[in-house]
T-cell receptor, first 109, second 113 residues
């Protein structure tokens, strides 16, 4: 069965430190890959999408097909980055996206 | 476009009552999703529609839950009868196609007493 793993439920870093939120997926092929972010008591919104190759709010994500990973990175975390982050690959075979359990990032001053 | 619209934003009800959540997707979007979010279980996909047709309802918890999409601009999620364990934030999302970016509504915060 398709599986999306975000191994860290909670992640805490200091302002200015690098941050990496991990995401591994289990299905083969080339899924569409998304990261969504949810700020406190707000709706989920797209952070970035692999196909667009954009850097949003300083975040980037690189697809590693060998490791089937799509980790989210930012070189210098800011306090406003504190939020819940969801990895959501789209599984072509299943015809739907599967959201990971999410990682709550806290950036301390 | 106003984005995905959900109503009500908050709902407090008593156990056993019927609850109906409503969603208006973004115009032109062909896929619609209903999710439930809780602290314990995170974000769960309940059901999704493509061109108004339910494609996958495997996430619907039990027969007390039902969802409809009578036309391209409206969907409902109904819980009858409601139970305290149904308390959660329910999100609706829409996308142009199933593989495109999902746009989420503000959510309905449901509390069943």
């Amino acid at each position: 069965a398709q599986r999306v793993t975000q191994p860290e439920k909670l992640l805490s870093v200091f302002k200015g430190a690098p941050v990496e939120l991990k995401c591994n997926y289990s299905y083969s092929g080339s899924p569409e890959l998304f990261w969504y972010v949810q700020y406190s008591r707000q709706r989920l919104q797209l952070l970035l999408r692999h196909i667009s190759r954009e850097s949003i709010k300083g975040f980037t994500a690189d697809l590693n097909k060998g490791e089937t990973s799509f980790h989210l990175k930012k070189p210098f975390a800011q306090e406003e980055d504190s939020a819940m982050y969801y990895c959501a690959p789209f599984n072509t075979n299943a015809g739907k996206s599967t959201f990971g359990d999410g990682t709550t990032l806290t950036v301390k001053p | 476009d106003a984005g995905v619209i959900q109503s009500p934003r908050h709902e407090v009800t008593e156990m056993g009552q019927e609850v109906t959540l409503r969603c208006k997707p973004i115009s032109g979007h062909n896929s619609l999703f209903w999710y439930r979010q809780t602290m314990m279980r995170g974000l769960e996909l309940l059901i999704y529609f493509n061109n108004n047709v339910p494609i996958d309802d495997s996430g619907m918890p039990e027969d007390r839950f039902s969802a409809k999409m009578p036309n391209a601009s409206f969907s409902t999620l109904k819980i009858q009868p409601s139970e305290p364990r149904d308390s959660a934030v329910y999100f609706c999302a829409s996308s142009k196609t199933g593989r495109e970016t999902q746009y989420f509504g503000p959510g309905t915060r449901l509390l069943v007493l």
